[in-house]
DNA sequence: GCAACTGGTTGCATAATACAACCACATTGG
DNA sequence: CCAATGTGGTTGTATTATGCAACCAGTTGC
């Protein structure tokens, strides 16, 4: 963003995120653990062409929300991470999708998650905000119980064998 | 959305806000009760076009967050009232602008009614979607001490003036 | 009668997005 | 060694969205 359009901060983070796409991108490495250009591409519904997602991946690390990194099993993998910017998101996403839970059309199936997270409230937040941070910045582990992306992935894959 | 991309709460709200104008509309109707077009073209910093403003309010209006309504002091004046589901988008709005005023270079004069939003938490973001709906939905007061909207805009304005 | 105000529309240029095909290099299995 | 598959993308083209400036017809106040 070399020239915003004015410093409001509902209006600078729009300029940032507000696309159709970079949120789900961010979504994808956050709840679905995809790391990969590759898994990012396949892996979910809405079908991003590469060339989108080429692009989103280079302008979420300049805008400094994912770094990129070499990945030593492969010498050609990317490894994409989340920053501490992308994951204080959390709360944003869960907004988002608690919006669009109350009055959009959306599948039981996708929707597992996001409810558990609403139940969950600020502290299941903040637990899930500190796995993040180990997972993807390699912070220690804060020793929880249960791992709260196990739990949501658990949950989500339950109902998507329901189906 | 005729054929949405997938299920999924946050790609719903996506395909129905995910773009650069339609929350900045939205935002303005909402703490700056701007009700007419004229107002929201011109009273804002970032200098929306006309023909932009005219079709986010179009299609706000068939996602059922706006209404429009004929004014009754001007044959020609519409007047562009927010639904329940926009006013559901305060918890949404004020994430954002926290999440903008943690990471991205604000102005502090725009910042001031966010700051205030956000320490006054749910309790007063309440308060302010309860204001909301006696302002665009014709609910009965709730008899509040002071109106929110005017507290935050009282702050904007000393904002404006010391700059 | 006329200037100012009302909510827009129109035409054109540029930018973003979508879709499909393609690519060079790396790794794996036989 | 070789073929199949996996890797992160790029390229070309078509369609759609956005941005900008000019314009417009009806309404109101004086």
Same mark, same amino acid.
């Given at each position: 963003m070399t020239n915003p359009r004015s410093g409001c901060p509902i209006n600078l983070t729009l300029e940032t995120?507000? =696309? *159709?796409?970079s949120l789900i991108v961010i979504r994808d490495i956050m709840?679905?653990?995809? #790391?990969?250009f590759r898994e990012l591409l396949?892996?979910? =519904?809405? *079908?991003?062409a590469s060339n989108i997602l080429a692009d989103r991946l280079k302008r979420l690390v300049e805008a400094g929300l994912l770094t990129k990194a070499d990945d030593p099993t492969h010498k050609q993998k990317a490894v994409y991470s989340l920053t501490e910017r992308a994951i204080d998101l959390v709360p944003l996403l869960v907004q988002m999708g608690a919006w669009g839970r109350r009055h959009l059309p959306v599948t039981h199936e996708m929707s597992i998650r996001q409810e558990l997270l609403e139940e969950g409230g600020p502290t299941l937040w903040d637990d899930f905000m500190d796995e993040l941070r180990t997972l993807h910045?390699? /912070? +220690? +582990? #804060?020793?929880?119980? /249960?791992?709260v992306l196990e739990r949501l992935t658990t949950a989500y894959r339950r109902a998507l064998k329901q189906k």
């Open positions: 995120l507000g =696309d *159709r796409w709840f679905g653990n995809r #790391r990969h396949t892996g979910s =519904d809405e *079908r991003i910045l390699g /912070a +220690p +582990p #804060r020793g929880d119980s /249960a791992s």
